[in-house]
């Protein structure tokens, strides 16, 4: 169900910062707890996961894709009556606090639309780290891009590279394979982060070319774009050399989206937010859930995880009062 825009001003039980995977957890669980819920998306509901093609570690289901695990979670919040409203949350702020609510918040959107809130959830996840280098936002989409699963059929027989070490890379590496002509896999080191089997399997394609001990240090392209630059690195002396590219996969990690909310609650160095085993945060009626948290594994397993507590840390929060 969609709420229209501006339409309502009474106070949730729960508002959600995030249709990604811990946030439509959370959102059953507490929709099933009979609280009222509404679920902020900036995107679409899914998150990350919808970049990918095949899910085969999340259990129960031997195999999925990223599309169908996300449109299967959003129909079953819906089917419970989860409300989703469509716009980025820019500012949370706690107002007051009434005697007859625990704790109450103003949410702002990037449309300047105030929401409140007894209890909130914050699920934004984590978003791609970028190479900072001059051109990058301008050849974004003009031959850049952070997700092979979603552009990747725009380099069908073209050259293109895949720049990074761990599994993410090495999966779009494979995936971009069976596409592209020639896939060259530039990492800054001599050995990968990701799983060895995978590195084996690029190993075997014949049109997979490792490039190592190189970093990317600058972008050329009109247009769209034409080139990269490969610096050494590592302790390598190699010279600076120019690959001619249709197209550059770039997969350096993500880091946690949570900065717009650094006024708020408490973040650690890495920018992700601090909190307990009950996923509480340093604001008493605040919760968090999934990537955006800090914590030792960041999958699809742990985000379902936090959303459940965090909703059942909120529901308890809420029947306290
Ligand atoms: C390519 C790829 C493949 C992966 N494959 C696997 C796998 O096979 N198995 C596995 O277990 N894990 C996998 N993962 C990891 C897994 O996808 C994540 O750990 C999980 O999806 C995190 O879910 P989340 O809900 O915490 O965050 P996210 O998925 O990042 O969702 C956060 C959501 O919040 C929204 N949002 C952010 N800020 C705001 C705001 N201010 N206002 C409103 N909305 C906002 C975003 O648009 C997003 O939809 C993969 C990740 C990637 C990138």
């Known amino acids: ?143 850049i891009s952070y997700c092979a699963t979603c552009d990747g059929s725009f380099f069908k027989n073209k050259t293109v590279a895949v720049y990074g070490g761990g599994n993410t890379a090495l999966y779009s590496a494979l995936y971009l394979s069976n596409l592209a002509k020639t896939v060259y896999l530039i990492i800054r080191r001599n050995v990968f982060r990701a799983e060895p089997s995978l590195v084996r399997r690029a190993e075997e394609k014949e049109n997979i070319k490792f490039i190592k001990n190189r970093v990317i240090s600058a972008l050329a392209g009109e247009k769209s774009l034409s080139s990269v630059v490969l610096s050494a690195s590592n302790g390598s002396s190699a010279p600076e050399e120019t690959l001619p590219l249709d197209g550059l996969f770039i997969s350096i990690g993500r880091i946690p989206d949570n900065q717009r909310f650094k006024d708020f609650i408490s973040l650690d160095d890495e920018g992700y937010i601090s909190s307990d085993e009950s996923c509480k945060t340093s604001v008493p009626g605040v919760f968090c859930a999934g990537d955006a948290r800090k914590k030792p594994l960041h999958q699809l397993v742990t985000a379902t995880s936090d959303g459940a507590t965090a909703a059942t840390a909120a529901i308890d929060f809420l029947n306290s009062f």
């Open 1 to 143: 169900m969609l709420i229209s825009k501006n339409s309502e001003k009474t106070p949730y039980d729960i508002a959600i910062v995030g249709a990604g995977v811990a946030g439509m957890t959370a959102a059953i669980y507490a929709l099933r707890a009979k609280k009222s819920v509404l679920i902020f998306e900036e995107t679409v509901p899914g998150g990350q996961i919808i970049n990918t093609s095949k899910i085969e570690n999340y259990p129960g289901i031997p195999e999925i894709s990223g599309s169908d695990f996300a449109k299967t979670l959003k129909s079953q919040v819906a089917s419970f009556g989860g409300k989703f409203y469509f716009s980025t949350v820019e500012k949370i702020k706690k107002i007051k606090t009434p005697s007859e609510f625990p704790a109450l918040f103003s949410l702002k959107t990037s449309e300047d639309e105030e929401f409140f809130a007894k209890t909130i959830i914050i699920s934004s996840g984590s978003r791609e780290r970028k190479l900072d280098l001059p051109g990058e936002d301008r050849l974004s989409g003009r031959g």
